[in-house]
């Protein structure tokens, strides 16, 4: 995919703020500091258009970003982070679940997870979730640079065991770093933009 434009709309709270235009949309979910605004900076060929940060939470709203005037991919807070006030988990669990659950929008969810460590059971609780509100999933195992390349099999396998991954879904092992799997991810995506 060629993006000529990429741009922020809106970092929203609520649903409310969503934007209007009934353009297809591809969220992110994902572990704090996983890769997820990387990600979406990788695809896009932007450096720090979504704002990353070696510190987890960074991203605190869900943050819609214009490409193409085609679509729109969402950009959300992390999970798993233990420095977080229960009130605070609260305020995240009611804007994903409100998100999720409302956003016919929605085409697909890429779900990252880190391909060196088994998913977490927070992980596979996102999973679910998505899975219970009929989400389809692209599962992507990120950091993909930091394993030897004779683990990648095993790794992946672990990944797709662990969340007990439907047959339906797929994963697809990729870096941030080098690149690696950009091509295979847009053309999975493009197949949820038509
Ligand atoms: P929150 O917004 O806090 O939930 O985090 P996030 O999931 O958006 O993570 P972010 O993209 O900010 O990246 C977190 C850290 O991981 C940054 O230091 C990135 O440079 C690093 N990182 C992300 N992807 C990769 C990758 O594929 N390889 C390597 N080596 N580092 C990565
Ligand atoms: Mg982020």
Known sequence: MKVNKAEIVISAVSEKQYPKDRWPEI?????????????????????????????????????????NDAFYFVDVPGY????????????WGKMMEEYFSLRDTLRLTVLIVDIR????????????????YE??????????DKIPKNKKATHL??????LELDSEDSVIPFSAETSEGKEHVWSYLSNYLK
Do not use: C, W
Request: proline share 4%.
């Open 27 to 67: 969220a992110l979910a994902g572990r704090s500091n996983v890769g997820k605004s990387s990600f979406i900076n990788k695809l896009i060929n932007r450096k720090n258009l979504a704002r990353t940060s070696s510190k987890p939470g960074k991203t605190q709203t869900l943050n819609f970003y214009n490409i």
């Open 80 to 91: 798993g982070y233990a420095k977080v006030s229960k009130k605070e988990r609260e305020k």
């Open 117 to 132: 460590h088994k998913p977490t059971e927070d992980d596979v609780m996102m999973y679910d979730f998505l899975k219970y």
């Open 135 to 144: 989400i389809p999933v692209l599962v992507i195992a990120t950091k993909l």
């Open 157 to 162: 396998k672990r990944v797709i065991d662990t």
